[in-house]
């Protein structure tokens, strides 16, 4: 069983940047995924084993990005610019199965438990 921990969400104002930190237990191809309150899990940026493929959903390119430290385990979530529409629970989840960046969720196996980011505005 993978093991996810992810930390680092907070309450903070529209413009400001955050940063969420998923600590893995093995190293596996990664995703950030986000869910707002009323609404479905929705895909944010995902992350390849190597670290060389990433995907970024529409919404959060070219503000938000995801990097990995192979030596620790932990995948990065880098959010600048930070929006109200931003706000919402953010999951790490780990794909056991491929090398490969994916960004349905579904292609995910292991998940951790979240970490909620408030933006106001």
């Known amino acids: 069983q993978v093991q996810l921990v992810e930390s680092g969400g907070g309450l903070v104002q529209a413009g400001d940047s955050l940063r969420l930190s998923c600590a893995a237990s093995?190293?596996?191809?990664m995703g950030w995924f986000r869910q707002a309150p009323g609404k479905e899990r929705e895909f944010v940026a995902a992350?390849?084993?190597?670290?060389?493929?990433?995907y970024y959903a529409d919404s959060v390119q070219g503000r938000f990005t995801i990097s990995r430290d192979n030596a620790k385990n932990t995948v990065l979530l880098q959010m600048n610019s930070l929006k109200p529409e931003d706000t919402a629970v953010y999951y790490c989840?780990?794909?056991?199965?491929?090398?490969?960046?994916?960004?349905?969720?579904?292609?995910?196996?292991?998940w951790g438990k979240g970490t909620l980011v408030t933006v106001s505005s």
């Open positions: 989840a780990a794909d056991s199965t491929r090398n490969i960046p994916i960004t349905t969720r579904y292609a995910y196996d292991s």
């Open positions: 093995g190293r596996y191809a």
């Open positions: 992350i390849s084993w190597s670290g060389g493929g990433r």
